[in-house]
Antibody, heavy 121, light 107 residues
Framework: QVQLQESGPGQVKPSETLSLTCTVF??????????WSWIRQPPGKGLEWIGY???????NYNPSLKSRVTISMDTSRNQFSLKLRSVTPADTAVYYC?????????????WGKGTTVTVSS | DIQMTQSPSSVSASVGDRVIITCRAS??????LAWFQQKPGEAPKLLIY???GLESGVPSRFSGSGSGTDFTLTITSLQPEDFATYFC?????????FGGGTKVEIK
């Protein structure tokens, strides 16, 4: 059974870079059968898809965040990572990583438990 | 981007009630819609894919229907563990987008 686990700092200062890693257990990010996504949820609010990476290295980002986001993959560690630059308090959220189906319907069938990131000085 | 609008934003119901949640897409998405359940402090859990497909392990009291722009999630005979927030997600094109959520509360 595939499990995902997010890790990274719980607090980031404004204007700095948020960096998170998702480790995949019980499956391989190199399988080629899935995209690997990041999604976030500000406190008390809805869900926002940030972007995905495929094992080939191809990426797709939400246009609302594209100028500040980089998603990368380390197949040797079975991990993928998120970097969000120039953060502000509006980036405070629970960040989830999730496995995403490769063909329509494009949806997330396995999620990590999420990690809370607070942007504050 | 495809906008997803859910209604109602909250509903009060009793154990045993039938609850219907609706989701409307800003443009046609065929049957490419998913429904998630989220409990406080937990990650979303996939319930329904492709508008009406029941994810493995999800109780049969959950069902989905619709196509094009209008979709519904029905919970028949609400159980105590079903009190949660429900989100729809368009699964047709990127960027993937979600509805604002419907909180199912105890009456």
């Amino acid at each position: 059974q595939v499990q995902l686990q997010e890790s990274g700092p719980g607090q980031v200062k404004p204007s700095e870079t948020l960096s998170l890693t998702c480790t995949v257990f019980g499956g391989s990010v190199s399988s080629g059968f899935y995209y690997w996504s990041w999604i976030r949820q500000p406190p008390g609010k809805g869900l926002e898809w940030i972007g995905y990476i495929y094992y080939s290295g191809s990426t797709n980002y939400n246009p609302s965040l594209k100028s500040r986001v980089t998603i990368s993959m380390d197949t040797s560690r079975n991990q993928f990572s998120l970097k969000l630059r120039s953060v502000t308090p509006a980036d405070t959220a629970v960040y989830y990583c999730a496995r995403t189906v490769l063909r329509r319907p494009y949806t997330m069938d396995v999620w990590g438990k999420g990690t809370t990131v607070t942007v504050s000085s | 981007d495809i906008q997803m609008t859910q209604s109602p934003s909250s509903v009060s119901a009793s154990v045993g009630d039938r609850v219907i949640i609706t989701c409307r897409a800003s443009q046609g998405i065929s049957s490419w819609l998913a429904w998630f359940q989220q409990k406080p402090g937990e990650a979303p859990k996939l319930l329904i894919y492709a508008a009406s497909g029941l994810e493995s392990g999800v109780p049969s009291r959950f069902s989905g229907s619709g196509s094009g722009t209008d979709f519904t999630l029905t919970i028949t005979s609400l159980q105590p563990e079903d009190f949660a927030t429900y989100f729809c997600q368009q699964a047709d094109s990127f960027p993937l987008t979600f509805g604002g959520g419907t909180k199912v509360e105890i009456k």
